[in-house]
């Protein structure tokens, strides 16, 4: 199937540090999205990435895109306890959204 | 905040009961989606729609179904529940962006479903 795999699973990092996570897939996409869910709540959007992008900056989030690797990565900035959630790629392939299972990122005070 | 609204956000029901999950959106919106969520899980997109009287069953097999009479309504029946029905069900919107590919999507709040 097209969802993306993210890595790594779970993260516990420091109020302050940075956060990365990586995003694999199987085949050619038209675009790679970023998403953040609070426990129990829905989806919220963070970032679009296009095919032919290979960098994007969004406030204290910075994703890149390596095509030929099929991989992205997700860095969060100076993270703050706010930043606590899970976070997923989707990937777009076929004009239809596949999600991987998330990381969960946990920020310490 | 996305004006997209998921009812009800919690149920619990006995087997062989049929209930409707009810997602409602006012941005106008063509493209909408069902996905189901377990914890800890990937989505997986059960149904998507295009537009008013287009559906589609999408990647997971699910025994429920769905109807798209208005551009912002896109409700969920299952005829008869079952406890493998136990999940979280989110819903989607999004525009048409037509050979850009698929755009943001926004997401309801859920509505997690019990069946004892």
């Known amino acids: 199937s097209q969802q993306g795999e993210e890595d790594p699973q779970a993260l516990s990092i420091q109020e302050g540090e940075n956060a990365t996570m990586n995003c694999s897939y199987k085949?050619?996409?038209?675009?790679l999205q970023w998403y953040r869910q609070n426990s129990g709540r829905g989806l919220v959007h963070l970032i679009l990435?296009?095919?032919?992008?290979r960098e994007k900056h969004s406030g204290r989030l910075r994703v890149t895109l390596d095509t030929s690797k099929k991989s992205s990565s997700l860095l969060i900035t100076a993270s703050r306890a706010a930043d606590t959630a899970s976070y997923f790629c989707?990937?777009?392939?076929?004009?239809?959204?596949?999600f991987g299972a998330g990381t969960t990122v946990t920020v310490r005070a | 905040e996305a004006d997209i609204y998921q009812t009800p956000r919690y149920l619990v029901i006995g087997t062989g009961k049929k209930i409707t999950l009810e997602c409602s959106q006012t941005?106008?919106?063509?493209?909408m989606y069902w996905y189901q969520q377990d914890p800890g899980m990937e989505l997986h997109l059960i149904h998507y729609?295009?537009?008013?009287?287009?559906?589609e069953k999408g990647d997971l097999s699910s025994e429920s179904t769905v109807s798209r009479i208005r551009t912002e309504h896109f409700p969920l029946t299952l005829e008869s529940a079952r406890p493998s029905h136990t999940s979280q069900y989110l819903c989607?919107?999004?525009?048409?962006?037509?050979?850009?590919?698929?755009?943001?999507?926004?997401f309801g709040e859920g509505s997690r479903l019990t069946v004892l």
């Open positions: 989707a990937t777009d392939h076929d004009y239809k959204l596949s």
């Open positions: 941005m106008g919106h063509d493209k």
């Open positions: 989607a919107s999004s525009e048409s962006r037509g050979s850009l590919g698929t755009g943001e999507l926004f």
């Open positions: 729609s295009y537009g008013v009287n287009s559906t």
């Open positions: 085949t050619s996409i038209n675009n």
């Open positions: 990435i296009r095919s032919n992008e």
